[in-house]
Structures are given as C-alpha cells and as structure tokens.
C-alpha cells in the first residue's frame, strides 16, 4: 500500500539538518527499495540545476515528502520514527496518511 510521508521542519534547524545527513543517508539505505518516489521541500527560489546534495546544499531543504510502498502504516511510522532527522527533533510537522495514485492516468 502506498503512504505519503510528509514532513517540515522546525525553524532554524538548518545545522542539525547537515549534522545528521550522513547518518540519514545512511538510515535510508534500508528501505531504499519501498520508495516509490521522494525529495528535499527547498526554500524559495533554489536553483534546482546548481543544488549539490552535501552538508553545505542540505542547508536549503526545510522538510521532505516520500511516497512508500508499505504493508501497512505500522511501516510507514516506523520509516519516519527511526530516521535520524526524527530523532533529532528537527520536524515541526509531520503527515503520515495513505496515499491513492491518480495521476498520470496509466493506461
């Protein structure tokens, strides 16, 4: 089943976010293969074409939004509450809910 995993982050929390990436890139190894897409929400106006994915970049993402293919939400909350940036405290908002696909239509 698919959930959505959207979170945002707590003001000022740009340099937790970068002292934590290694061990979040590392975490997400794990489940790689559940994500059926997902990504950084950047401040306005980021350059998608000159972002570098490293502990100086990361300084612009302010939360992020996955898409997970899961048996249930017991997986879901699981990906989201063992992540480093959860435990790190550094989300203000949190939505886990299932998620239904209508667009692109497939054919």
Known sequence: MLYVIARKDKEGMADERARLLS?????QKAFMSFIVFGGGLVKEGIN????????KGIRDVIGNLLVVDVPDRAAAEAIH??????????FN????????KRVPIEN
Request: glycine content about 6%.
């Open 23 to 27: 061990k979040h890139v590392e975490y």
């Open 48 to 55: 998608e074409s000159n972002f570098v994915y490293n502990e």
């Open 81 to 90: 509450f063992e992540d480093p940036y959860t435990k790190g405290g550094i």
């Open 93 to 100: 908002e949190v939505i886990i809910e299932p998620f239904l």
